[in-house]
């Protein structure tokens, strides 16, 4: 079993397919740390969450998604949350875009690759991890990345989170309390259960109280993202 560090959490892993293995290699860890989270899924679990999964899926896909969702969910009681978003940093702070799939996360994040070049940083396409410690908030990279190839293992202060929603023109605004809970839980279900609940509502309110937090209506124009770059630097 191979030690990672991820979200600065020590993780035992054993890979059971080249495509975990691969994506975890940037967060090898050879310190000498004790292990805070041990992660281990069977051939059984692997296959079952293939089946239930878009025709054509792999086991070494479903392994990947079976262990974000273990490694997401064991994270909830260390006030972290694995939040369903792209992160990218620009001039050092982490900005967090979350939708629900196919609204377009991604294709905003690489409008802001577009717009300001190398300044724009994309540590995680899909499930970065968010940590609150001392009162302070810390997006991080993790080797699950849903497909879009992009899982460093880089991290940043986090400045805000900003939730996506179609639009034909371009604005941006500060979020409502509940519309952040809404979009949190959205962006988070996957990992509740019963047990697990009260203390992510806790992390929410961590969240909140440490964190800004945007609703961005926005179409797929370069000028989206002069948009919210406009705000989100300059707030």
């Not at 967060?27 to 089946?51: A, H, P, W």
């Not at 967090?96 to 991604?106: D, H, P, Q, R």
């Not at 499930?127 to 293992?153: E, H, M, W």
């Not at 989170?161 to 979009?183: H, L, P, V």
């Amino acid at each position: 079993m191979g030690k990672y560090l991820i979200a600065n959490f020590v993780t035992e892993i054993t890979p059971k397919y080249d495509k975990l293995r691969s994506l975890l290699m940037p967060f090898e860890y050879i310190g000498s740390r004790k292990t805070d989270i041990k992660l281990s899924v069977s051939n059984e679990q692997i296959r079952s969450l293939r089946e239930k999964m878009v025709s054509g899926s792999s086991l070494a896909q479903a392994e990947e998604l079976l262990c974000s969702n273990v490694f997401g969910k064991t994270v909830i009681k260390y006030n972290a949350l694995l939040i369903h978003s792209s992160a990218l940093v620009y001039d050092g702070k982490a900005y967090l875009f979350s939708a629900e799939s196919g609204v377009g996360k991604s294709t905003h994040t690489r409008l802001w690759k577009q717009a300001f070049g190398d300044a724009v940083n994309i540590i995680n396409d899909d499930k970065p991890v968010v940590r609150v410690q001392n009162n302070l908030c810390t997006a991080y990279g993790t080797p699950f990345d849903g497909g879009s190839n992009i899982a460093k293992n880089q991290s940043a202060p986090l400045k805000a989170i900003i939730f996506i929603e179609r639009g034909e023109d371009n604005s941006i605004r500060r979020a409502t309390q509940k519309e952040i809970i809404k979009n949190l839980y959205l962006a988070t279900t996957y990992h509740i259960d019963k047990e697990n609940t009260f203390t992510m509502l806790e992390n929410f309110e961590l969240l909140i109280k440490h964190c800004e937090f945007y609703i961005l209506k926005c179409n797929t124009d370069i000028s989206a993202a002069y948009t919210a770059f406009n705000t989100l630097i300059n707030d």
